[in-house]
């Protein structure tokens, strides 16, 4: 008679810490679910981006050239978290600055470099490629992200 009313009260604290793991699962679950909804938007405007590349003769035979970012301006909502593709198609190399947005980056030939970013004010935010800087060195390379409210 003892012996089996341990053996009942072991199956209650047994279902009883059942019942309390399903419900304690089904908290997380549904707090892990509110948690996805109310963090920043997860939709991402994505933008594809190539290095291209001007090349030119001057009236005395010179040939001058100058790498660019195509499209060399791109329209950004302020708030949206944004991609950037850049991949690299002229130009070996392109270490690039976008300075207000604390973004460094490089694009290589044949490799598409991403940035992601929400920018959080309005502007217009030049991208600087660091090796093609002005007409003597290829350049200038820089495009422009405008960020609108
Ligand atoms: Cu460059």
Redesign the pocket.
């Known amino acids: 008679m003892f012996k089996a009313f341990v053996v009942k009260k072991r199956m209650i604290q047994l279902l009883l810490v059942t019942f309390a793991l399903v419900i304690a699962a089904g908290v997380f679950i549904k707090w892990n679910g509110a948690r996805t909804v109310s963090s920043e938007p997860t939709e991402t405007r994505v933008f594809e981006l190539v290095?291209g590349e001007f090349k030119s003769k001057t009236e005395d035979g010179r040939e001058i050239e100058s790498?660019v970012w195509s499209p060399g301006t791109i329209v950004v909502n302020k708030g949206e978290r944004t991609e950037l593709r850049i991949s690299g198609v002229n130009?070996i190399s392109?270490p690039?600055v976008i300075k207000e947005l604390g973004i460094e980056g490089e694009v290589i030939k044949g490799k598409t470099t991403k940035i992601t970013f929400t920018p959080q004010e309005e502007g217009i935010f030049p991208i600087l490629?660091l090796?093609?800087t002005d007409m003597h060195s290829?350049?200038p390379?820089v495009g422009y992200i405008v960020v609108e409210d």
Request: overall charge neutral; glycine content about 28%; proline content about 0%.
């Open positions: 290095t790498y130009g392109h690039f490629c090796t093609h290829g350049g390379m």
